[in-house]
């Protein structure tokens, strides 16, 4: 007889364990399906391996620039190999704090493949064999797994994809090509040059980071040119190929023109896709949607009391999203209220307010919230904009980082926040004073109520709110 649930979660990334302690706090008994290792992919091969790798990175990148501040070094040097142990205990000890916390919940965690089959039914298969186990319902988040093209020559040597680059401990990338002009390839070109290696970006769009913000895009673009990265849009990648001589060679096509680079790794972060293999079962039916599961505004299935969160079901492939979803669909299934919410109507307005944080962490940091200028205009509001350039901020002066700036969206008639794009410093950690605007329908007035610490980089916020108010004429000179 199968084991029964009051739910059941496959997959034990952000989205997966968030939504399982939620449902564990809340009484219900609770089970985690695993494939690999808890934490899925954002704690063991994205996120948190990345972000590692990008802060030893940036401490090998200061140091080599540190005469400016009085610091003198004889000799600089890096370690990829020791970088790389550092990322894995990081990972390791983020790991272990998730673990520990199931096991205090009393979820139970069981490793192996699932497949769901009819009448609520999962089936687990690992080395030990198969097992079967019931619940009442059951939530997918399985996550996504890194795009291939089909491009020639892309399963040469060398050619790795983001989930390999990061498990490498030989250094090999002094030339490195990365295909894909996204978060993740950003990411990775920050990485490699703060660490002296020939970068280049080739995007299929036409600027980076499409489709955030153009203003963002482009003063991003100028910041990686500016510390030596390449930067090729409107690409098309024809082919990959071995050369006796030149190590790998990239054919691509820009603006219609063929041209040659070469390389001596070449890394695909085209993208990532649904990780649905071996999930759904022959006897069970669901419905898809532009290769994601098709899931309501509830984020339930076609199929009754089955749920799905995060990459395998949004197009948002964001760890805070997931585990925002997981939490409101727990809470959904608890007939709880609501903890979060994912979007807002502020009062007096039409259109909905995404609440939802969007990080790259490059160098400087970007993040953004809400709508842009352009977005608003698009749903036919009316926005007053408000802009700070943090060259004048006095923690950038200290810190020697005065590239970026602070741009905010008014509503016109009401004055209340509905975006913010920060391109600066601890612009990751800034955007969440914005996002809890947001949500709460604050005005410039009500944002100007609060102090703000100096010398921060927070102070900008200050700044810009006052931009907007004396654009307004709200504030007299």
């Known amino acids: 007889m199968a084991k029964h649930y009051d739910l059941i979660v496959i997959g034990g990334g952000p989205g997966g364990y968030t939504a399982a302690l939620r449902a564990a706090g809340l009484g219900l008994r609770t089970a985690i399906v695993e494939k690999e290792k808890l934490g899925g ?50 990972v390791k000890a983020y790991r272990n704090e998730i673990k520990e916390l199931i096991e205090t919940a009393g979820i139970q965690v069981i490793y192996g493949t699932a497949t769901i089959r009819r009448g609520h039914t999962v089936e687990v298969n690992s080395p030990e064999g198969k097992d079967y186990y019931e619940a009442d319902n059951i939530i997918i988040a399985t996550g996504a797994k890194p795009v291939v093209p089909n491009i020639p020559g892309a399963d040469l040597p060398g050619v790795l994809t983001s989930d390999r680059l990061l498990t490498s401990e030989v250094w090999n990338y002094d030339r490195l090509t990365i295909i894909g002009g996204g978060v993740i390839g950003v990411e990775f070109a920050t990485i490699f040059n703060a660490l002296c290696s020939n970068v280049t970006i ?93 899931v309501d505004s509830d984020f339930c299935t076609s199929e009754p009391g089955i749920y799905a969160i995060g990459d395998v079901a949004d197009r948002k492939k964001l760890a805070h999203v997931a585990a925002a979803q997981g939490t409101y669909v727990v809470e959904k299934i608890a007939g709880v209220k609501h903890t979060i919410r994912l979007c807002v109507v502020p009062k007096g307005m039409f259109v909905e307010l995404p609440v939802i944080p969007g990080c790259i962490y490059t160098e400087p940091e970007v993040a953004s919230v809400g709508l842009t200028k352009e977005a608003a205009s698009a749903c036919n509001m009316k926005v007053g904009c408000g802009r700070y350039l943090m060259s004048g901020n006095g923690k950038s002066i200290i810190t020697r980082e005065q590239s970026g700036f602070i741009h905010l969206v008014f509503e016109e008639y009401s004055g209340t926040l509905v975006g913010a794009q920060i391109m600066c410093p601890r612009a990751t950690d800034m955007i969440s004073e914005m996002a809890t605007a947001i949500a709460n329908g604050l005005t410039a007035e009500q944002l100007m109520l609060a102090m703000r610490a100096h010398p921060t980089y927070s102070e900008g916020i200050t700044e810009a709110i006052q931009n907007y108010l004396e654009t307004k004429g709200e504030i007299k000179e």
């Open 41 to 90: 992919t954002c704690v063991n091969k994205g996120c948190i391996p990345a972000k590692a790798l990008l802060h030893a990175s940036s401490i090998f990148e200061t140091l080599q620039n540190s005469d400016e501040f009085g610091v003198s070094t004889d000799f600089i040097s890096f370690d990829f190999k020791k970088m790389q142990h550092y990322k894995k205990r990081s």
């Open 202 to 294: 080739l995007e299929r769009g036409r600027h980076l980071l499409d489709p955030m913000d153009g203003e963002v895009s482009q003063a991003l673009e100028g910041e990686l040119r500016r510390k030596g990265i390449s930067v090729f849009c409107n690409t098309v990648i024809k082919e990959i190929r071995e050369d006796a001589n030149q190590g790998l060679v990239c054919v691509f096509t820009m603006n219609g023109e063929e041209q040659t680079l070469r390389s001596g790794q070449i890394v695909i972060a085209a993208g990532r896709t649904p990780y649905m293999e071996e999930l759904i079962g022959p006897d069970v039916d669901f419905e898809m949607e532009n290769g994601h599961l098709k």
